[in-house]
């Protein structure tokens, strides 16, 4: 698959049809080419925001407190990431018909990885409340689970990195995960 990072769009209405103009570098040019090239045959292209991916480090240190942390409160670093998704992570609502779609529906959110986590509420057992993975954060929503953690660690007596390193660190994965 080829991908295409472009920072202008514009449609034009020729009455027959719609030009799409796309703002480029210079240095995309041969893959542009390439793309067209290929036009003529039947794809599908898909335009969506640009995001980046996280920054090893960002994650790095995040895992690395959180085995900190499991370590003091005697629990598993993945008990600690779910207590921080729990906690600062996103979140939906949604409403089920019956209490068995919900439950259903719960087992198998729970299925898409560690941070990925539903459950009904007991007093409303339709109502299910479905957490996601960091895996699909963006910089800011991987900030709070990163202070999070961080603030639980110096409640802990645990030393941490100083906030600018750790902004540092979010920046440097924000702008390479696009998010």
């Not at 995001?51 to 995040?62: D, G, H, I, P, V």
């Not at 991987?142 to 953690?149: A, E």
Request: positive net charge; charged residues 30%; aromatic residues 12%.
């Amino acid at each position: 698959m080829t991908r295409l990072r472009f920072t202008g769009l514009n449609l034009t209405d020729t009455g027959v049809g719609l030009i799409l103009h796309i703002g480029i570098p210079k240095k995309y040019l041969n893959a542009v080419q390439g793309i067209l090239e290929r036009f003529n045959a039947s794809f599908e292209y898909e335009i969506k925001p640009y995001k980046e991916k996280r920054s090893l480090s960002a994650n790095a240190y995040f895992w690395k407190l959180a085995d900190d942390l499991a370590s003091v409160l005697k629990i598993t670093k993945e008990e600690v990431y779910k207590r921080a998704i729990y906690h600062v992570g996103k979140f939906q609502v949604l409403e089920a018909k019956t209490e068995e779609i919900a439950q259903s529906f719960c087992k198998r959110w729970c299925m898409n990885g560690l941070g990925w986590y539903a459950y009904c509420d007991k007093e409303k057992p339709t109502t299910i409340y479905m957490y996601y993975g960091s895996s699909v954060y963006n910089s800011k929503e991987m900030s709070r689970l990163i202070d999070f953690v961080a603030d639980e660690c110096r409640r802990q007596g645990i030393e941490t990195r100083p906030q600018e390193e750790i902004d540092s660190m979010l920046r440097e994965w924000g702008e390479s995960n696009g998010k």
